[in-house]
């Protein structure tokens, strides 16, 4: 298996420039979300889904868009790039469960916004 | 407002002490704890985790301590290696809340030789 997998590992962009960021597992876990990290701040929640289909805001969702159309995929997309949004990208998965809620996380995006 | 805090942003130990990383949180309804392992370039790592029914988890050299009364845990490293050195989130869930993970800004321990 190759767990999560993230693509791609750097980008630079321009502010108002658009671009998605890839997210793939190949565990059939159920829950998947998108991380942003920041110095100082922590991981921080940005959007989650539960399920292919359905998909939900976190923390820090304004300015990113999310859909679920597959079990594997969960792709983030930033529709108008602000430098506010340089920062390191992770993709997160879990089985579906009650009584756990380890995450495995993919190895991370560095963004950078000019 | 930040409901998992970490207000150690860094930690120094001497190889085979014992290292405490500190983790406090605010909210009651948290009910899954969780200690992650981060190394530079590398997605974080699941160490340790406790739930709200239990007060103490070891696996191992790391044990998980939770005081739900003051709303604090903390992640006791015994002995400590110098590869333990990278920075360690806790995060903490709520079972009626989806099972999202909040986590904490991170403490970054150094375990010198």
């Known amino acids: 298996n190759a767990g999560v997998t993230q693509t791609p590992k750097f980008q630079v962009l321009k502010t108002g420039q658009s671009m998605t960021l890839q997210c793939a597992q190949d565990?059939?876990?159920?829950?998947m979300s998108w991380y942003r990290q920041d110095p100082g701040m922590g991981l921080r929640l940005i959007h989650y889904?539960?399920?292919?289909?359905?998909?939900d805001q976190g923390e820090v969702p304004n300015g990113y868009n999310v859909s679920r159309s597959t079990t594997e995929d969960f792709p983030l997309r930033l529709l108008s790039a602000a430098p506010s949004q340089t920062s390191v990208y992770f993709c997160?998965?879990?089985?579906?469960?009650?009584?756990?809620?380890?995450?495995?996380f993919g190895p991370g995006t560095r963004l950078t916004v000019t | 407002d930040q409901q998992v805090k970490q207000n150690s942003p860094s930690l120094s130990v001497q190889e085979g002490r014992i290292s405490i990383l500190n983790c406090d949180y605010t909210?009651?309804?948290?009910?899954?704890f969780l200690w992650y392992k981060k190394y530079p370039a590398e997605g974080p790592t699941f160490l340790i985790s406790?739930?709200?029914?239990?007060d103490k988890n070891e696996d191992g050299r790391f044990t998980v301590f939770l005081n739900k009364s003051a709303k604090h845990l903390s992640l006791h490293i015994v002995p400590s290696q110098p590869g333990d050195s990278a920075v360690y989130f806790c995060?903490?869930?709520?079972?009626?809340?989806?099972?999202?993970?909040?986590f904490g800004q991170g403490t970054e321990l150094s375990v010198k030789p």
């Open positions: 997160a998965s879990r089985r579906h469960s009650r009584s756990s809620y380890e995450q495995y």
């Open positions: 889904s539960v399920g292919a289909g359905i998909t």
């Open positions: 565990m059939n876990h159920e829950y």
């Open positions: 909210n009651s309804m948290f009910d899954y």
């Open positions: 406790i739930s709200s029914i239990k």
């Open positions: 995060a903490a869930s709520a079972s009626n809340q989806g099972g999202k993970l909040i």
